[in-house]
């Protein structure tokens, strides 16, 4: 997490609901409460991101009929008491040399079992087993996976924004020099356009020529970009605390008649799964309309991952497009659409979207050209 504390346009109010939302839902998975550490769960539902992540103990309490208790440091109270959610929160602070555990338990059902943020630390989770021996605990994620997949309208407004900004990037970094230029210049490119359109923070800026475009967890590296390569570029972050996520494959010169016809492959891919984006429809519809383009092609062995991914507080979370995968989309849900072809030792191609679920269909977050777009 960084520090720095984007102008979000949420109240108390709003907090307050997703805050008992939360706890209606902890109570339908017959969970007794939610423990959240910092991280892209508390910034959700309170507001809240401490400066640093220390060894001290931060949690929120969220039981169902109780009023939710932010247990802090002390000396991180005041402010945690500035966050836009603390009006919706009683803060219960602990100083240096008492047992913030002891305080914690104090809250809890001692039988009860509680879903915990996945990204709590282990020495927290621990200490409250010894504390409270009668207690279980289930990943958050796992437990409730839907909790944040359902945007509002203000959060959809603000992920249309940061899709717009990294569209505003692609559209700048197509301009740029490739040929002669090592990835992780360009990659130093992409970097600076996102915080030029307004990112305050950048996840990843991948840059994979040639031959390591074949491979999908390439980041960017040392390699010269030669005349004749296809590159994918896919990057995204987080603008005013909601993410972008958007790829495309640009070729250096004229690409041959193979590079054209992959590229479109995956084009029709992406179209077609953008196509299945409709309430009702389960997630692995997403996955198998753009998975039956690419295997009727007969390039099916070289689509290698999931078609998409979750995006909101974070740029990768539930729901996942993925086979097997049944959960029914509904309005308001964002992910991204992002098939890709990719053969080893020679060039991979990857298109991707952020969509949201509409009333009657999906809407794109990204709309710069879909088609193979030739840099210098
Ligand atoms: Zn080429
Ligand atoms: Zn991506
Ligand atoms: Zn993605």
Known sequence: MTGSRPAVPFTADDYR???E??????????????LVAPGPDLVWLTGYAPTADTERLTLLVLAPGRDPVLVVPTLEAPDAGKAAGAPALTLRDWTDGKDPYAATAALLDGSGRFGISD???????????????????ASLTEALPMLRAVKD?????????????????????RKVRFGGRRESEVAADLAGLLRRFGHSQVDFTIVASGPNGANPHHEAGDRVIEDGDMIVLDFGGLKDGYGSDTSRTVHVGEPTDEERRVHDLVREAQEAGFRAVRPGAACQDVDRAA??????????????HRTGHGIGVTTHEPPYMIEGEEQPLEPGMCFSVEPGVYLPGRFGVRIED?????EDGGRRFNDTTRELVLVE
């Open 21 to 34: 939302r939360a706890a209606r839902a902890a109570a339908d998975a017959g969970l007794a409460g939610l």
């Open 153 to 173: 309208t203000a959060e959809l407004e603000l992920l249309a924004a940061a899709g717009a900004a990294a569209d505003a990037a692609f559209e700048e970094v």
């Open 119 to 137: 990204n709590a630390w282990a020495m927290h989770l621990l200490a409250l087993q010894r504390t409270l021996p009668g207690t279980s605990y």
């Open 291 to 304: 998975r039956a383009v690419i295997a009727d092609a007969g390039y099916g062995e070289y689509f290698i």
């Open 354 to 358: 952020i969509v949201t679920v509409t």
């Open 17 to 19: 609901a997703r805050m």
